[in-house]
């Protein structure tokens, strides 16, 4: 691919993107522009990575660039939005990483420009990332195309609507934290009844996780099918699921609840600062 990427911000998110972009080889190296706050950081990064551009200004990441990736905490977006703006001519694509700033605050700065939001999960570490992506009335089909084929080299892509982003975020990127908490109940519990040591539990959990899922996505099955085949009538299955149907509706309820009225609230403090 010919385009050049800047990627202002370069942390926990910048990085990763960073190294997935670089390691998938889609884009030559010399092709990237990277800029953060502190020089220093990512000063180390040129070591190994010798032909990426380092730069000392987000201006000049930006400016050298097709795509813009904004990879810093929400409460410094507008302050890079406001120092690149001028190199910012409409053929650029602006892409945020933060969930909480809308684009309607963004094109207060950055009114013609195509602008994405995306979304990745921890699980883009291993490749298996769900990343959320959204677009402004701007974006092309070939940005998106182009957008999705870098944002492919950790995962699958999900586009949704930017008023559904909140709950897909709950979906997939808050559900490792779920799922994690979950299954550690499952562990602490599993542990009072065996002498099975912990970390074979562990993997007992995970794989069985896996093979769920996998007997689910390649035979299209969905959970009431899965749980028909495992809970035979009278079976011993039966009693767990019957608890669970009982018990679980009302922690996930509660959970969403919370989650998404955290949510809203983080928005709201999101655009205070923005609009501050
Ligand atoms: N972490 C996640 O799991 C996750 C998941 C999805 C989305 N996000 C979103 O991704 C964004 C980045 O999150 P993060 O976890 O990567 O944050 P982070 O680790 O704190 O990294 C932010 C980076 O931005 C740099 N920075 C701050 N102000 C800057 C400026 N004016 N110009 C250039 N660089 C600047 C910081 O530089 P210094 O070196 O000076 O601190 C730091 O390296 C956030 O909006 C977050 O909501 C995060």
């Known amino acids: 691919m010919e385009k050049k990427i800047a990627i202002i911000g370069c ?78 001519d409409n053929s650029k694509h602006i892409i945020s990483l933060n ?9 207060t700065v950055c009114k013609n420009n195509k602008i994405s939001k995306v979304i990745p999960s921890v699980t883009a570490e291993v490749n298996e990332s769900q990343t959320l992506v959204c677009h402004n009335s701007k974006v092309t089909k070939e940005d998106e195309i182009v957008l999705n084929k ?42 009072e009844h065996t002498k099975i040591p912990e970390e074979q539990i562990t993997n007992m959990l995970l794989n069985t996780m896996m093979g769920t899922s996998k007997l689910m996505l390649e035979n299209k099955l969905s959970f009431e099918e899965v749980i028909i085949r495992v809970a035979t009538k009278g079976g011993i299955t039966e009693e767990g699921i019957k608890v669970i149907h009982e018990k679980l509706p009302e922690v996930v309820k509660e959970m969403f609840e919370k989650t998404l009225e955290k949510r809203k609230l983080t928005t709201e403090n999101a655009i205070k600062a923005f609009n501050s």
Request: aromatic share 6%; with cysteine.
């Open 11 to 88: 942390g926990s998110m910048g990085k990763m993107l960073l190294e997935k972009i670089i390691n998938s080889k889609i884009i030559p190296e010399d092709n990237l522009f990277v800029a953060n706050r502190t020089l220093e950081k990512i000063q180390v990064l040129k070591e190994k990575y010798k032909n990426m551009h380092i730069c000392r200004t987000n201006k000049e990441a930006a400016e050298n660039s097709d795509i813009i990736f904004i990879c810093v905490r929400p409460s410094d977006i507008k302050t890079v939005l406001l120092e690149i703006r001028d190199v910012l």
């Open 99 to 107: 969930g909480s700033i809308l684009f309607e605050q963004i094109e």
């Open 150 to 191: 870098i944002l492919g080299t950790f995962g699958k892509v999900i586009e949704l609507p930017e008023n559904e982003m909140g709950m897909g975020a709950e979906l997939v990127s808050c559900m490792p934290g779920f799922i994690a908490a979950i299954f550690n109940e499952i562990v602490v519990v599993a542990q």
